[in-house]
């Protein structure tokens, strides 16, 4: 007999997803609050907060152990009690470990001397270490935007000791991780961003301390990206590296528009996916080889490592390496129910670590890609694999389950359908890991072997062009740019069409 759609026999596990949530909000509400604020209220209300779910743990146990065991087929108050206090506990601890380390943040971050220095928009001279990679400075302006962690600050004519962090606008960029010292005039931001001061550099940095090795041998691995990329066509030229360590300096403008207009624009950027894929590749080679489990856990994490080293540890890009790793969880691990938690306690753990994440857009796609990886991935995969086979299944759902998940954060930042996404990401699906890949190793082959690293650079060069000529062909079909209803009703809509969708996909198919 027939029976209706049934709810997928694995629940997933979502009791941590209310302390992330807890988590984040209170990682906005520390970074946009106003230093005084942070040290006076944000600071003494997350300790009294911290307690107070100490003091609402131990009532709850006794109150329920007070009650006895509740009655089958009868829900209680106590056991009602019992089953919402765990996340009520645990939102409220979550997000008061969020404003203490927010608040302690906020004072590290703007010390008095760089404060007083910045207000008055005097000239310092400033000591540190490049924290960042090198970008464009933004608009016309031809210099480029780095951070230094300054440990000493000249204002005044006394040197203060400070462990701060300062944007830094300069003519050139010195490589990341060396010693620097800096001259120029402070100004502040604006409220929320990570660095509290911008330091606008009249001349060069000069380097005062070579980088760690690990460091200058990942920024001879950044170099050798861009040279492997020397001689090939403008958008390969540019997107190479880009795809490869997230150095986008070279991509054409109109490519970036094209990329954003066909919904490409992640692949640019150094995401989750990259680790993922770096992750399922060195997990697939340790299998083949018969590595037992704590030896192919080892190769990842090394494997990741490097790649953190290579493209720079900037907050961003840690991120995107614990999305990955989640993502990858999520992929192949056996427990798909197990995702959402994962997903979760990461998000709970750089919160906490990092506050400024909960409002970093590129944070907030990540999240959102690898919250649709996690929980419709596997359900994809599994509705598909009768129909095109698991491998080919699992290649298609990853950017499908991505673009899902990705839909409301993007539609409420930049209110803009591109019905062609979806459609270019499973087009270009079948490149993204061969250019990731084949560039990384054209780049490591660089120094040691420069003729195997033109050959395989050639290959990572034809998955790069066929990535741009999908970009421009569906940036050029029509509609590929259709208005959204823009604020927050347009984002609740989109979220609304998305758990919808997610529900159909995690229901059984009906019986035959």
Do not use: K, Y
């Amino acid at each position: 007999m027939s029976v209706g759609p049934s709810v997928a026999a694995v629940a997933l596990d979502l009791r941590l997803v209310p302390p992330a949530v807890a988590a984040w909000c209170a990682a906005v509400v520390v970074v946009h609050a106003p230093q005084a604020v942070a040290r006076a209220v944000l600071l003494p209300g997350a300790l009294l907060a911290g307690a107070a779910a100490v003091v609402l743990a131990a009532a709850v146990r006794h109150v329920v152990r007070g009650a006895g065991a509740p009655t089958p087929g009868r829900a209680t108050g106590p056991g009602r009690l019992r089953r919402a206090a765990p996340a009520v506990v645990l939102g409220v601890a979550t997000a008061a470990a969020v404003l203490v380390s927010g608040a302690v943040a906020q004072e590290q971050r703007a010390p008095a001397p760089l404060t007083a220095a910045a207000a008055q928009g005097r000239a310092v001279e400033v000591v540190g270490w490049v924290s960042t990679g090198s970008r464009p400075a933004g608009g016309a302006d031809p210099r480029l935007r780095f951070t230094v962690t300054a440990s000493a600050l000249r204002f005044d004519g006394r040197w203060h000791r400070v462990a701060a962090p300062v944007e830094v606008v300069a003519p050139a960029a010195p490589p990341l991780g060396s010693t620097v010292q800096l001259r120029g005039t402070l100004t502040a931001t604006t409220r929320g961003e990570r660095a509290a001061v911008v330091l606008r550099a009249g001349d060069d940095p000069a380097v005062t301390g070579a980088p760690h090795p690990a460091h200058a041998g990942a920024g001879r691995v950044r170099a050798a990206a861009r040279t492997v990329a020397a001689g090939m066509p403008a958008d390969v030229r540019g997107l190479l590296p880009a795809v490869t360590v997230g150095d986008t300096g070279a991509v054409p403008a109109d490519l970036v528009t094209a990329m954003r207009a066909a919904g490409l624009a992640h692949v640019m950027a150094v995401s989750g996916a990259h680790f993922a894929i770096l992750g399922a590749l060195v997990l697939a080679a340790a299998g083949a080889v018969g590595a037992p489990l704590p030896v192919r856990v080892a190769a990842v994490a090394l494997a990741g490592t490097g790649l953190l080293l290579v493209v720079g540890p900037s907050p961003s890009v840690v991120r995107a390496a614990v999305m990955g790793g989640v993502g990858l969880l999520g992929l192949v691990a056996g427990r798909r129910a197990a995702g959402p938690a994962a997903l979760a306690a990461a998000v709970v753990a750089l919160l906490v670590a990092d506050p400024w994440l909960g409002v970093d857009v590129g944070f907030a796609l990540s999240v959102a890609a690898t919250a649709g990886l996690v929980v419709l991935g596997r359900p994809l995969v599994e509705r598909w694999s009768p129909r095109c086979g698991r491998d080919a299944a699992a290649l298609l759902a990853a950017p499908v389950a991505a673009q899902v998940g990705c839909l409301p954060v993007t539609l409420a930042l930049w209110p803009t359908l591109g019905p062609w996404a979806v459609a270019a990401n499973l087009v270009v699906a079948p490149a993204v890991a061969p250019a990731t890949v084949l560039g990384l190793l054209a780049a490591l082959l660089a120094g040691p072997w420069p003729a195997a690293a033109g050959v395989v650079a050639a290959g990572a060069g034809a998955a790069c062009w066929w990535i741009a000529a999908v970009a421009r062909c569906a940036a050029g079909l029509p509609g590929a740019s259709l208005a959204w209803w823009p604020g927050a009703g347009g984002a609740v809509t989109a979220a609304v069409a998305v758990v919808a969708a997610a529900v159909l996909v995690l229901r059984r198919p009906r019986p035959g």
